[in-house]
């Protein structure tokens, strides 16, 4: 269980679905030799990928290149379905990071066959959250310094003023394909500077004004036999 300070208390995080959106920002949609896309770019990751503040990132067998990504996440509120743009505030609980772990070599292999991309974003420990849910009433997430460091070393910098698809329009789209459901997460997407994690990294994921998520990263390698 993964429990987040929020409020004046803690915020249990039990999501039913984890909505990932690719490519939005422009920069890091180039970095990967994409387009700029016309409409929202989304995935699913599985709530059995997450852990909170302080854990640790596991570096799976089958992957040789997992990348780091920072995201500005959104906490779902309450349930809506077709919610226009207007009011799609409203359904907003807070915002938290979220790093969106992703094993690169394997997406690459996936995008290749014209095959899903859920291997390589599944795993369990790839969806790092914390280190706090801060109300939406307490933070305007429009222009937010966001940025990862590893071992110190600044990877990615950037502000979320740069997202192409802004969180009113990200909620009006994914609702119209299915129902959000409170608790669930959206993750709005990675800035440009993603780069592969090593066995000894300490990652340090922050946003302006919602804090600093760190983690640790181990080879799967290492622990198991």
């Known amino acids: 269980m993964i429990r987040l300070p929020f409020r004046d208390g803690f915020y249990e995080v039990k999501p039913s679905k984890i909505i990932c959106l690719g490519r939005n920002y422009a920069e890091h949609a180039r970095e990967l030799g994409h387009e ?19 854990q640790t990132i ?23 379905k077709n919610i226009p ?15 969106d772990i992703t094993a690169r070599d394997l997406q690459w292999e996936a995008k290749k066959k014209g095959l899903p ?3 390589a974003k599944g795993f369990d420990t790839f969806a790092p959250i914390g280190p706090r849910i801060v109300d ?11 940025g990862l ?9 950037s502000r979320t003023s740069k997202m192409i698809f802004k969180i009113d329009e990200i909620i009006e789209y994914v609702s119209s394909i299915m129902t959000l ?9 990675t800035p440009e500077g993603v780069e592969p994690l090593r066995h000894g990294d300490v990652v340090e994921a922050w946003i302006e004004g919602i804090g600093t998520l ?12």
């Open 58 to 80: 596991i570096l799976p067998r089958k992957s040789n290149h997992v990348d780091h990504e920072v995201e500005l996440a959104v906490i779902i509120g309450k349930r809506g």
């Open 36 to 54: 700029v896309p016309e409409e929202p770019v989304i995935f699913l990751k599985p709530p059995s990928a997450l852990i909170g503040p302080g």
């Open 214 to 225: 760190r983690e640790g990263v181990l080879a799967e390698r290492s622990i198991l036999c």
């Open 149 to 157: 460091k590893v071992n110190g070393e600044i990877r990615q910098l």
């Open 181 to 189: 459901e409170k608790g669930d997460i959206i993750a709005t997407g």
């Open 117 to 119: 991309w859920t291997v």
């Open 85 to 99: 743009r207007a009011k799609a505030m409203d359904y907003v609980l807070g915002y938290t990071i979220l790093m």
């Open 136 to 146: 939406k009433r307490e933070i305007n997430v429009d222009d937010l310094e966001i």
